[in-house]
């Protein structure tokens, strides 16, 4: 199984900060990596497909990137309603895997 | 807009078999989509355990493939999965998730809102 490490597993920051998540693959997955968020009580719901494709109607202070087996989540700006834990995945290869989540917090 | 809900028994009996049928609305079932079911515990997180396309091909995690079936049932617009002898450890939240047609099968686009199934005697 490829196995998504992401971190950190918690993070906490202020209203209109720059929060950077990041997920590390096993092994080579191309471009295959989305970003999902999770509200409590709620299903996760897609933000970014194939590392940096916004979903439509998600907010364009969402983006993603890649480089290598290391990928990157980042929200531009902070807001109170982004506070969820966000999940990567890999669906380069059977299983599909999920990282661990991250937890983020408003300072 | 296509909308999922799943539904089925909450409470499993230890050893017993857990099945969930996931209903889709506003949508074909038979369209070019996989459709998936995943699972949320506090102690594994999420976990994808299979998918099915509406030719009723499937692909499986390895680690359940031998207790796992999902299933289709065109004409009710749904599909199924069922795990046996189950054990503390199959209690989670179960989601059913809509991914995207061949290229993009492991993009969740649509997810239920998740049926929480607790294995206990």
């Known amino acids: 199984d490829i196995q998504m490490t992401q971190s950190p597993s918690s993070l906490s920051a202020s209203v209109g900060d720059r929060v950077t998540i990041t997920c590390q693959a096993s092994?080579?997955?191309?471009?295959?990596l989305n970003w999902y968020q999770q509200k409590p009580g709620q299903a996760p719901k897609l933000l970014i497909k194939?590392?940096?494709s916004l979903e439509a109607g998600v907010p364009s202070r969402f983006s993603g990137s890649a480089s290598g087996t290391d990928f990157t989540f980042t929200i531009s700006s902070l807001q109170p309603e982004d506070i969820a834990t966000y999940y990567c995945?890999?669906?380069?290869?059977?299983?599909?895997?999920f990282g661990q989540g991250t937890r983020l917090e408003i300072k | 807009q296509v909308q999922l809900q799943e539904s089925g028994p909450g409470l499993v009996k230890p050893s017993g078999t857990l099945s969930l049928t996931c209903a889709v609305s506003?949508?074909?079932?038979?369209?070019?989509?996989?459709w998936s079911w995943v699972r949320q515990s506090p102690g594994k997180g999420l976990e994808w355990i299979g998918e099915?396309?509406?030719?009723?091909?499937?692909t499986y995690n390895p680690s359940l493939k031998s207790r796992v079936t999902i299933s289709v049932d065109k004409s009710m617009q749904q599909f199924s999965l069922s795990l046996n002898s189950v054990t503390a450890a199959d209690t989670a939240v179960y989601y059913c998730a809509r991914g995207g047609d061949s290229g993009a099968y492991g993009v969740f686009e649509i997810w239920g809102q998740g049926t929480r199934v607790i294995v206990s005697s």
């Open positions: 506003g949508g074909s079932i038979g369209s070019t989509n996989w």
């Open positions: 995945q890999q669906y380069d290869n059977v299983p599909i895997t």
């Open positions: 099915i396309f509406h030719s009723g091909s499937t």
């Open positions: 194939d590392a940096s």
């Open positions: 092994q080579d997955i191309n471009i295959f």
